[in-house]
T-cell receptor
């Protein structure tokens, strides 16, 4: 049973370009969370999605960031017109339900570097 | 505001010694979890303790939870060099949210010297 798969592992973009980060949850999991980790810091919640629905996007920046989790395929975190401050590690986690009782399983992350 | 805050920020011990890390949080919670992160890697779930539990064990790990003080501790006994990593506590928002999103502390960086 494969774990949470994220790709790419490393992504380099120039300022103004778009970044697309992909996350395939564990088999049987329909709930996906995205977190961002700045250097030397803990993870910060960004968005929580179920299939085809955004449930909680309270941690998403108001502009340039969007997320989706289509009926088929992986969840996508999209950052438009990247800036240097977007450089961070982005982690995806999945769980079988959205309950606080469930463990979230994390992917290895995508490390975004903006030049 | 930061829900989980950990201390110490950094801890260096010799192999075989015990390591204790502490976490404090601000709001009511359903559960508290501890994760480990090796340098440049993802997070690995270690242990979950529910708000009605006071202590939990898993192998060399012992976690305590004091909801009256809004604090938790993680004890790693008989540490090994392979335990070198960052350790994070994470909480939910209790009654304030039913989405299960986690709020992480800043983490404790543990170095175990061989």
């Amino acid at each position: 049973n494969a774990g949470v798969m994220q790709n790419p592992r490393h992504l380099v973009r120039r300022r103004g370009q778009e970044a697309r980060l992909r996350c395939s949850p564990m088999k049987g999991h329909s709930h996906v969370y995205w977190y961002r980790q700045l250097p030397e810091e803990g993870l910060k919640f960004m968005v929580y999605l179920q299939k085809e629905n955004i449930i909680d996007e309270s941690g998403m920046p108001k502009e340039r960031f969007s997320a989706e989790f289509p009926k088929e395929g992986p969840s996508i975190l999209r950052i438009q017109q990247v800036v240097r401050g977007d450089s961070a590690a982005y982690f995806c986690a999945s769980s079988p339900t959205g309950s606080a009782k469930n463990i979230q399983y994390f992917g290895a992350g995508t490390r975004l570097s903006v030049l | 505001s930061q829900q989980g805050e950990e201390d110490p920020q950094a801890l260096s011990i010799q192999e075989g010694e015990n390591a204790t890390m502490n976490c404090s949080y601000k709001t009511s919670i359903n559960n508290l979890q501890w994760y480990r992160q090796n340098s440049g890697r993802g997070l690995v779930h270690l242990i979950l303790i529910r708000s009605n539990e006071r202590e939990k064990h898993s192998g060399r790990l012992r976690v305590t939870l004091d909801t009256s003080k809004k604090s938790s501790s993680l004890l790693i006994t008989a540490s090994r060099a392979a335990d070198t990593a960052s350790y994070f506590c994470a909480t939910d928002e209790g009654w304030a949210s039913n989405t299960g999103k986690l709020i992480f502390g800043q983490g404790t960086t543990l170095q175990v010297k061989p």
